[in-house]
Structures are given as C-alpha cells and as structure tokens.
C-alpha cells in the first residue's frame, strides 16, 4: 500500500548529539514536510521540500537540517544546537507542492525524547 | 501571514450528542484552502475535508458536516449522533499564498466522547 513511512517510532537523544529522522513516502508526491508538534499546540512547520535537491526552511528550522537528494526521501536532522527537542515529529507529503488544493498525508510519527 | 484559531481546547460530550468543533482563520489571500485533519490516540494525522475559498457550499459525510462562511471567516465542523470513535484530537488548518509553505494549523480541540 501507498503511504508515509517515520521512523523510528520512538527515539532518545542524548545532550550534544545529533539525531536523524526518517520519512519515506511511495506516493510520487513532489511535496514533502516536517512538522513539530508540542503537547497541546498544533503543528509547526520546520522545513519544506517541493522538488529533489532543493528545500526551504519553515517557520521554526533553527536547530535542524534536512537533505532531499531522493524523490522519496526527506530526513530531518535534530542537531545539538535544538536546545529544546523534545516533542512529536510529523513528515508529510503533497501530490503538487504549489497548487495548495490538495490534502497533505501524514507519516505516523515519531516520539524524540532527552535521555 | 496566515493564523488559524481554534478556541475551544477541550470539549467533553455524552455519546449520542452533536458537537460543533470552531475554527476561524485568517489571511490575506484570496485563494486558499482549508482543511480538517482528525488525530487520535495514536498520533497519525487523517484528512478528513478539504474546502477552497471559491466555494462555500456546506458539505455533508455521514455523520459529519462543515460549514464554511467567509463573511465569518470561520469553517466549523459539527459531528452528529457523536460516538465513542470520534475521541480525539482535531485539527482546522489553512494553506494559503499558493501553498508553497505547507499547512497553518490551529492548536486543536481535543474532543472526549464519553460513553
């Protein structure tokens, strides 16, 4: 089936260390995303990706780094300069990143927490 | 600069009861799209409606139903006969400026449906 792969599900971070995370989509969508979200806020975006080899950073992308040298892959690096990472990570992708007419899909998350 | 508010964080109801989630948004674009996502328990976020700022027809999916007003600038969502199931956490979001930086959200309204 088509869909959004995170993972891990759950990951830990110890202090100064970098961590990454994977998202994977086999939609042959353009599109792709990452998200934040914090207990009881909504989702925050952190970086975008309309095209292979080409991002833009979102409204909260201090601290983290993305690559997208695959059509299907768009992994989001935590660095240590993220003072604050603890929260829920969400990818998303999008059929036409620009159109805006169509619904994002989301992975299932993964969980970052301090050790 | 785009901003969705849901005002209502949590709204506790007895099954069988009909509720009304609130989202007003705001921009400054003339063509945007909003949309409703559902997110339960386990964390993955589901599309549940997609609406252009073009047509403000009221749409009807079972026992769910939204209502768009632009002279409000709100797009509510009202869930019928509520059941257990529908537990969870929704959220109103809004991607306007041609879509290119993916999705504004509110901070979402955790809806309890108690049996």
């Known amino acids: 089936d088509g869909g959004i792969t995170q993972s891990p599900k759950y990951l830990f971070r110890k202090e100064g260390q970098n961590v990454t995370l994977s998202c994977e989509q086999n939609?042959?969508?353009?599109?792709m995303y990452w998200y934040r979200q914090d207990p009881g806020q909504g989702l925050r975006l952190i970086y975008y990706?309309?095209?292979?080899?080409?991002?833009q950073k979102g409204d909260i992308a201090e601290g983290y780094s993305v690559s997208r040298e695959k059509k299907e892959s768009f992994p989001l690096t935590v660095t240590s300069a993220q003072k604050n990472p603890t929260a829920f990570y969400l990818c998303a992708s999008t059929e036409t990143g620009i159109l805006g007419d169509q619904p994002q899909h989301f992975g299932d998350g993964t969980r970052l927490s301090i050790l | 600069a785009q901003k969705v508010t849901q005002a209502q964080t949590e709204i506790s109801v007895v099954e069988k009861e009909d509720v009304t989630l609130d989202c007003v948004y705001e921009t400054r674009d003339t063509t945007y799209y909003l949309f409703w996502y559902k997110q339960p328990p386990s964390g993955e976020l589901v599309f549940l409606i997609r609406?252009?700022?073009?047509?403000?027809q009221n749409e009807i999916s079972g026992r769910y139903s939204w209502n768009f007003q632009k002279s409000t600038s709100s797009f509510n969502f009202t869930i019928t006969a509520s059941q257990v199931v529908d537990s969870a956490v929704y959220f109103c979001a809004l991607m306007a400026g041609g879509g290119a930086d993916g999705l504004t959200f509110g901070k979402g309204t955790h809806l309890i449906i108690q049996p």
């Open positions: 939609l042959n969508h353009d599109a």
């Open positions: 990706s309309q095209i292979v080899n080409d991002f």
């Open positions: 609406r252009n700022s073009f047509d403000e």
